[in-house]
């Protein structure tokens, strides 16, 4: 992973050198220590706004190379447009990427960022630390196999100080932003791995890393799921040559008395399909199939990191789908841990059978106030909401409503779908308690009722994030193939409702 910059927080104060980051509105007004500079050069940035057609919309900048009068290398001017509406924590991040992508085109090291208000306007206490956040998250990049870096032999941007009127406000926003954006690192570093490289056990193993910010970590093996009666998760691994592992993380900062808040991914390393075998094309990034593994563990990262006051679940089933001569055959039936039986139609539903054994065990044992369950499940999802927006199902209105908005404000949205007893019938069989697909139609509900049967009353919801996870659209605080959907959103869920 490429080196991220370093951010520090002091008051706001008259730049003295190198690159500084100035704000304007639609109106070009700038704040008063950028009225000051602008006076020193000799009006040369009010010139520049004229000379270059400048105005102030947002996300648009200005360069203007060593102005004269000043000691600054750079000035980058970036306008915040009419500032009608009070910018939220989710624009300034993006605000930040903005930033960001400017500086990396520029070759800028070092950086000073001046947060103050256009004249006659305000920025929220908050801004500072957002902005930040949202340059961390743009300046990630996965090139831990690049032996040569495409870089032109320019110096990455390396340090960052946000120049603030509250820096201690600012401080404790960053603690948690820093926290969270940390955990979606940690989560899109985890689907760029190589299969190779990525396995159950060395999943597990990372996993087992977070033990150092007080992280319970315990692992399952596979000789611990086979006398716990998992044969559900068993079944898709059986055909691999790499045993399967589950990770089970606590994260303790709650009363002892309160019951925890539960999270659960599906961490399938690599998807062949099995015996019902994917097509070729595009085989490569069934890498991302664990997603929703990757989003709990960077998720138990951001809460253990930022000390959340809650008791917090993660479990991630670890497995391998691959189609050797002891792989399971599609018509295998298979006794999961709740004692249903499943008839596995298609070895490439194979998602649900992690989950289903994983979910039970959560439950179970646990005895969560709710289960959340993120799985890269089904076409069937990206085909309804494209790669924008993830698929909700669940059994639960408060707790759906409570995703939803944390969606929204995190810009990690959802899209909520139904579930009902039509659909579940469609994946009734003959042969035993259920079939491990419905067929073609409605394949991201038929998934989700399959994995309701095995959460008993507990509230619960399912996110489908296959078009969100991996392959997403590319945004202001997310260039690569991997976003790390999940981990701010449901940190953002925790924090708002359940601390």
Known sequence: MAKLPSFSFSKVATPKAGVTVLFTDDALSLGPIGAELDSASGGQIARAFKAADFKGKARSSLDLVAPSGLSLDRIVVVGLGKLDEVPDEQDWMKLGG???????????????????APAGKEIAADAGAAIAAGMKLRAYKFDAYMTKKDDDGAKPLSKVSVLVEDTRKARKLWTVLDAVTDGTILARDLVN????????????????????????????????????????????AQGSARPARMAIMRWNGGKAKDAPVAFVGKGVVFDTGGISIKPAGGMEDMKGDMGGAAAVTGLMHAVAARKAKVNVVGIIGLVENMPDGLAQRPGDIVTSMSGQTIEVINTDAEGRLVLADALWYCQDRFKPRFMVNLATLTGACIVALGHERAGLFSNDDDLAAALSSAGETTGEKLWRMPLGKEYDKLIDTKNADMKN???????????????????NDVPWAHLDVAGTAMGSPKSDISQGWASGFGVRLLDRLIAENYE
């Open 437 to 455: 697909t419905g067929g073609r139609w409605a394949g991201s509900i038929t998934a989700a009722q399959f994995l309701q049967r095995f959460v």
């Open 98 to 116: 903005v930033i960001l992508a400017k500086l990396a085109s520029l070759g800028a090291e070092a950086v000073d960022i001046l947060v103050e």
């Open 193 to 236: 791995e190589p299969a190779n490289a990525l396995g159950p056990e060395e999943f597990a193993k990372r996993a087992k890393k977070l033990e150092k910010l007080g992280v319970e970590v315990e692992i399952l093996t596979d000789k611990d799921m086979k006398k716990l009666k998992m044969g559900a998760l068993l079944g898709v």
